[in-house]
């Protein structure tokens, strides 16, 4: 069944408040053992406009349902499309927007409330789409998601004046997340979100308030899988907020390398160089590169000018490491350093950080 090329505008003085104007299925209801009891549809081209009373789709218990492309989601007042439980929905080509993109918040005195697209279930997809105002761009609570192409902003791009703004929030795990653009925003990780997810390929940038912005990693247990990599954060950064002031977090086979930023550079592992002549002492701090204030993982590699030197890696302080020689060495050392422990299925249990030479 198709249901498009048209519109659906909610009565302001008579739709009944916090309803939706299209609704699939009713949630808890679908008995088939793999939750998918409604199949088959697509919703292309369609206009719902809320007018600030009713929220714009819920989809319930689907398996095989399109939405758009070429959707259109305005003025809805508590989620523009609602995805629950079932299989394989695909949005694609679809705007967003709990006020039109020009809306000025803090002018007309109203916070942002609503959530653009909510999935509170597994193996969705979210293609080329534009969230251009709400108080949540994209909140993730399924696990085996697939987002692409995600573009999420705010009118002014002042969605940091508001504390609990976020351009994507994820609570699930084991989803992908390729080429997404946070604008302007926060994308927070937590919970279970925090352990085996994928953001790559993706972009930050322009945040017009004076506020931290980028990726946010909120909890004291990262990992294992968590993998950010390959992206570009032109402002902003990756920070780690644990759950008490200075709490160390406990970091297992997680990877955040290879991003790229223009200001704030931070990673899960650091690399640094040091040439000294007759030295003994060589001292390293990596605490500016680091998300994680801590060191797991240290290799060493020393070129010597003449003889053959040993060296003794002291353990890590926090995040700084100090290397003795027993002789005096003209050379250069080099120090390889991963915040991230381990697996403890995959490699033999040890006490302390582990060390390469």
Not at 145 to 158: A, E, F, K, M, R
Request: hydrophobic residues 35%; aromatic residues 10%.
């Amino acid at each position: 069944m198709g249901i498009g090329f048209g519109s659906l505008v909610a009565d302001a003085k008579s739709f009944p408040p916090e309803s939706f104007l299209l609704v699939v299925g009713t949630s808890g209801s679908c008995k088939f053992p793999q939750g998918s009891c409604n199949m088959d549809l697509n919703f292309p081209e369609l206009f719902l406009d809320g007018s600030h009373v009713a929220s714009g789709m819920q989809i319930n218990n689907v398996m095989g349902t399109t939405i758009g492309p070429g959707g259109y989601f305005l003025n809805f007042s508590s989620y523009g499309v609602q995805i629950n439980q079932g299989h394989e929905v695909m949005m694609d080509r679809c705007w967003l927007g709990e006020t039109n993109f020009d809306f000025n918040y803090a002018k007309h005195g109203s916070p942002p409330k609503s959530t653009a697209i909510q999935i509170n279930g597994n193996d969705h997809y979210i293609l080329n789409t534009v969230v251009f105002s709400s108080l949540i761009g994209l909140e993730v609570n399924g696990a085996a998601d697939y987002i692409t192409g995600v573009h999420v902003w705010s009118p002014l791009n002042q969605a940091l004046a508001f504390k609990d703004s976020m351009a994507f929030h994820v609570n699930g795990n084991q989803n992908r997340f390729n080429g997404c653009y946070i604008d302007g925003g926060r994308a927070v990780f937590e919970q279970s979100a925090l352990s085996y997810n994928t953001w790559t390929n993706g972009f930050e940038c322009c945040a017009a308030v004076d506020a931290p912005h980028g990726i946010f990693l909120r909890g004291d247990r990262i990992g294992p899988g968590l993998e950010i990599f390959s992206n570009i954060f032109a402002g902003g950064s990756i920070i780690h907020e644990p759950s008490s002031p200075g709490k160390l977090p406990t970091v297992v086979e997680s990877r955040i390398t290879d991003n790229s930023f223009s200001s704030a550079w931070q990673s899960s592992q650091a690399t640094q160089s040091l040439t000294q002549v007759l030295a003994v002492s060589w001292n390293f701090d990596f605490c500016t590169e680091l998300v994680f204030a801590q060191i797991s993982r240290v290799s060493v590699s020393l070129q010597s000018e003449v003889g053959f030197p040993r060296h003794a890696v002291r353990p890590p302080q926090n995040c700084t490491v100090w290397i003795e020689t027993d002789m005096p060495v003209t050379g250069t050392m080099t120090v390889h350093v991963d915040s991230s422990q381990p697996h403890p299925q995959a490699q033999p249990q040890h006490t302390g950080p582990v060390y390469t030479v």
